[in-house]
């Protein structure tokens, strides 16, 4: 079936480095959406790419739709502590279902 | 002030007794969802519902049931069936069931069984 490979698991940085982030799908995926988890908290909707090689920007972050719609990227530039938590990529295949990555917990030192 | 509500925030239940888990939306949304979260993984889908009375399999279903009487409302009922119960449940909705839409969550569940 349909998965989405999310890498690296975890992440540790010094706060001002950056942190990147990467999704990949088996199939071509007709969206893709991030999502962000504060620890104790619940995913807050971030962003969703649909185009061929889009890339949308918020701030410190940069997401990134591949050329194939089969992998995905998130860059955050000059990490701060308030981006601590778990990122979570999901893509929604043909059959309109969304399939989730495991996440990559991202951890800042001040 | 529209979201989704789940209640309570903590609960503790001893092993062998069913218990049910509340969620409750007032975005007027379709859809809606329960999913698994198990320390340091992602989310699994347990139930959704895309309309009143209807609802499907997720991925892990056994060990749980669900009802969808109400458009605001998606209980989520834990039998002693599921062989491994304690986790951290999130009840999610989306405008349509559509994989497009974006999906709200509520604050989430944490269940401990003793």
């Known amino acids: 079936g349909q998965q989405v490979m999310q890498i690296p698991q975890y992440q540790h940085v010094q706060e001002g480095e950056d942190f990147t982030t990467y999704c990949n799908s088996s199939?071509?995926?007709?969206?893709i959406q991030w999502y962000k988890q504060r620890p104790g908290g619940h995913p807050v909707f971030l962003i969703q790419?649909?185009?061929s090689g889009e890339v949308k920007k918020q701030k410190r972050l940069t997401f990134q739709f591949g050329e194939a719609k089969k992998n995905s990227s998130l860059h955050i530039t000059a990490t701060q502590t308030t981006d601590v938590g778990t990122y979570f990529c999901?893509?929604?295949?043909?059959?309109?279902?969304?399939?989730w990555g495991l996440g990559t917990s991202l951890a800042v030192n001040p | 002030d529209g979201g989704i509500t789940q209640s309570p925030k903590y609960l503790f239940r001893k092993e062998g007794q069913n218990v049910t888990l509340s969620c409750e939306q007032n975005l007027n949304h379709d859809a809606m969802y329960w999913y698994r979260q198990d320390p340091g993984q992602g989310l699994r889908l347990i139930y959704y519902s895309q309309i009143v009375n209807d609802f499907q399999k997720g991925d892990i279903a056994e060990g749980y049931s669900v009802s969808r009487e109400k458009k605001e409302s998606f209980p989520l009922t834990v039998t002693s069936a599921q062989k491994n119960p304690t986790a951290f449940y999130l009840c999610?909705?989306?405008?349509?069931?559509?994989?497009?839409?974006?999906?709200?969550f509520g604050p989430g569940t944490r269940l401990t069984v003793l």
């Open positions: 999610a909705s989306t405008r349509t069931g559509a994989g497009t839409d974006t999906q709200y």
């Open positions: 199939t071509t995926l007709s969206n």
């Open positions: 790419l649909v185009k």
């Open positions: 999901a893509g929604a295949g043909n059959n309109r279902k969304l399939i």
